[in-house]
């Protein structure tokens, strides 16, 4: 069953209209120490206005930069020539096998690429940090946090809809549709690998390179 998401007409240009849409979210705002991840691209809007209402809400999470979007805008900076050779270096990366392996394979990136083209391997080497954050998160479900997909996906239908009407209307019938068209695509969803391992996460259990090592209460005592 697909629930009404939370939603927040946007009237300005300051992060109050996110800060409204996260915290009337189902499920209520989060905790102070509640754990978890956000995965995002960075967009304008969302740089200045959107991520500064995300770290206030969730300020617990980790941040997990998009690997898609990122891909796209490095090989976006190089030649075409370059590109195929660019992108089996950023795969090497993110798919490593721990955290150590993908520091090495952004060091080979950086000492392969960066003489001739320092501003495309910027865009890896200054991000490290948010590019690597799935890596404290369980194994299983590291396809769906190292990218954006799962919620681009999600709307790929209404977008597509919206396309062939030139629009939605009013906010009301907005809602309506695109609640009737998620509902109508969730048969087809694939379902997120390693489900049952959100509750430990934000129950504050701690992994290592997708290995649970300790949990919060017991590193306490």
């Not at 304008?44 to 941040?63: D, I, K, N, S, W």
């Not at 979007?69 to 075409?80: E, Q, S």
């Not at 190292?146 to 790929?156: G, K, L, Q, V």
Request: with cysteine; net charge positive; charged share 30%.
């Amino acid at each position: 069953m697909v629930k009404r998401p939370g939603r927040e007409r946007g009237r300005s240009r300051s992060r109050r209209s996110p800060r409204r849409a996260l915290l009337q979210r189902p499920q209520g705002p989060s905790s102070p120490h509640e754990r978890g991840s956000t995965v995002r691209d960075r967009p304008a809007g969302l740089a200045h206005r959107g991520l500064p209402a995300l770290r206030e809400v969730f300020f617990a999470a980790r941040h997990q930069r998009c690997w898609v979007h990122k891909a796209r805008n490095v090989t976006n900076a190089l030649p075409k020539s370059a590109q195929p050779g660019v992108t089996k270096a950023m795969q090497e990366i993110y798919n490593a096998e721990d955290r150590a392996h993908a520091e090495k394979a952004i060091e080979a990136f950086a000492k392969t690429y960066g003489a001739k083209w320092p501003k495309a391997v910027a865009k890896i080497a200054d991000d490290r940090d948010e590019l690597l954050a799935f890596y404290d998160f369980p194994a299983e479900p590291w396809i769906h946090l190292r990218t954006t997909n799962p919620i681009e996906s999600t709307f790929s239908t209404v977008k597509l809809r919206t396309k062939v009407t030139r629009g939605a209307g009013s906010p009301a019938s907005a809602l309506a549709m695109v609640f009737k068209l998620v509902e109508s695509a969730q048969v087809r969803w694939r379902a997120i690998t390693g489900a049952h391992l959100v509750a430990l996460v934000r129950s504050g259990a701690r992994f290592e390179n997708g290995v649970m090592v300790e949990r919060e209460e017991t590193a306490a005592a």
